[in-house]
């Protein structure tokens, strides 16, 4: 069911999702230009003559993207097409400027067919979401529209560079078979999944905000318990997960206010409205039969053998949901946490290193880097060769966490002392954690005669808050504890202070 302006109403949603992400190579998919595209090279700087359709200059497919494209579609437990090819899709824009786009047709075998990826549905439960397809296909450039008060330009660095486009997929013709994302927040977790596949395995850099991530959103409505796929709409190029929620929210809720008033929704490709979070028709929507597909007589069919996937295969590492799984089997880790430390492989990496296969310091290296380390994301650099949390002065690594989670362990520290040594090397102290609590005298105390002695003098020193204690006001023990903490500098062992107070109070 659907929550509509606070209350829950009689409709359901379809949502389909059509993601691009630029694959990582050296050079672009029928180009030796150099395909490291990004905002900060000057434009038009990393293009060929083959990107900008000059005469007589023929493409040739980078077999690089295609051994990518298969790595990506066994991490989502696709078929590999043995046979597939190109052709050409007939549109014009000024910012392709071969007047259609290399990619692969709509009707015939892509390089990766029918697979799925598995999330938490809304119900807690997991779900199977199945993907019809992930093609190639060589990307467009870039307009610019705020270089000139008149004119727009255009960037063709980006044309050409590989993309692959991955289609949610949904069976109209049987119904009952589908297992389809139908709210905001199950598309947010479906395109992270998504995401962490293809950065795991290195695939894509898979970033939204540089662009090498992008989603078109189909949205569709009907009555609960309804078989029935109604009309949909397609919001195009969507680049954030918080646009994409609010995007499918109010296409929903339009859809739903069009039918309960009587009208008709009508399939047409829309554009999100940053500044209000709503849509507006773009045009009507296409079909395959718009853009004239025909195969791309310059290029031959691509021919996949048995050895190539297997080769391909060998060299996968562990992806993202069988991490996950040995983060609760192993260590005891809850799957909100497990999805935390897997966000991106770097993290799960760290962790990893830190853990050590040493399961005792598991929960601790968790709490630690998801309450502490996350908490400092302008210090988090996925690109330092130790892949640690930085500044100016220092890098926490992941054997420096590993130490203060065993000093906590070992009872050398406490929490307080803890936090302050964290602090300390993200201010930049040299040493480790056991030599800085050295340096500057952070070792718990844990001599029970001594604070046995401690503890005795604060009780006689508040007689008036012993008879309260006594005579039921408990929680008055943080009063005792907070003052022999005082007494001992913050350094007393506070489980052995709580259990000697309890005690004595008695």
Not at 55 to 72: D, R, T
Not at 426 to 433: C, F, K, R, V
Request: glycine share 6%.
């Amino acid at each position: 069911m659907f929550t509509m302006k606070g209350k829950t109403c009689d409709w359901e949603l379809v949502i389909g999702l059509e993601t691009h992400i630029e694959v990582l190579s050296n050079s672009k998919l029928f180009s030796g230009a150099s395909a490291d595209y990004n905002p900060t090279v000057s434009p038009n700087t990393q293009v060929s003559m083959v990107d900008v359709a000059m005469p007589g200059m023929l493409p040739v497919l980078n077999e690089y993207c295609v051994e990518q494209a298969i790595k990506f579609g066994l991490g989502i437990n696709a078929e590999i097409s043995r046979h597939s090819r190109f052709a050409r899709k007939q549109y014009f824009y000024p910012d392709l400027p071969q007047g259609y786009q290399i990619s692969q047709p709509a009707d015939e075998p892509p390089v990766v067919g029918r697979g799925w990826v598995e999330i938490m549905g809304d119900d807690g439960n997991p779900k199977k979401i199945f993907i019809e397809r992930a093609h190639l296909e060589q990307d467009a450039g870039k307009l610019k529209h705020d270089v000139h008060p008149s004119k727009s330009f255009a960037d063709y660095n980006r044309t050409g560079v590989a993309l692959l486009e991955i289609v949610t997929f949904l069976d109209t013709k049987n119904p009952e078979n589908n297992s389809y994302i139908s709210s905001p927040d199950e598309a947010e977790r479906y395109l992270r999944e998504i995401r962490e596949i293809a950065r795991a395995l290195g695939v894509s850099r898979a970033n939204m905000e540089e662009g090498s991530m992008r989603a078109d959103v189909n949205v569709s409505v009907r009555p609960v318990g309804s078989t029935e796929f109604r009309t949909r709409t397609e919001t195009k190029n969507m680049v954030s997960f918080k646009f994409i929620k609010s995007a499918i929210e109010y296409e929903a809720r339009r859809q739903i206010e069009i039918y309960e008033n009587g009208g008709t929704v009508t399939q047409d490709t829309m554009r999100y409205n940053q500044g209000d979070g709503t849509t507006s028709v773009m045009r009507s929507k296409e079909d395959a039969l718009d853009y004239r597909y025909f195969p791309d007589p310059d290029l031959l069919p691509i021919e996949i053998d048995d050895e190539t996937i297997e080769r391909i295969r060998a060299t996968m590492p562990e992806l993202p949901s069988a991490t996950r799984a040995r983060y609760t089997h192993d260590f005891g880790l809850s799957e909100y946490d497990a999805a935390r430390l897997t966000e991106t492989t770097d993290i799960s990496k760290w962790y990893d290193t830190a853990v050590a296969d040493n399961a005792s310091r598991a929960k601790g290296v968790a709490n630690w880097m998801i309450s502490e380390l996350f908490a400092h994301p302008e210090n988090w650099d996925v690109k330092n060769e130790k892949s640690g949390i930085v500044n100016e002065m220092r890098i926490i690594t992941p054997s420096d966490l590993a130490e203060l989670v065993d000093m906590l362990g070992e009872n050398t520290i406490n929490g307080k002392q803890a936090k302050e040594i964290f602090i300390k090397m993200l201010d930049g102290e040299s040493g480790t954690p056991r030599e800085i609590a050295d340096k500057f005298g952070m070792k718990q105390m844990t001599d029970t005669v001594a604070i046995e002695a401690i503890v005795d003098e604060v009780i006689a020193k508040n007689p008036a808050q012993v008879e309260q204690y006594k005579s039921g006001k408990v929680g008055l023990l943080g009063f005792f504890v907070g003052n022999v903490m005082k007494a001992t500098g913050g350094t007393a062992n506070p489980a052995v202070v709580n259990e000697m107070l309890r005690n004595k109070l008695a």
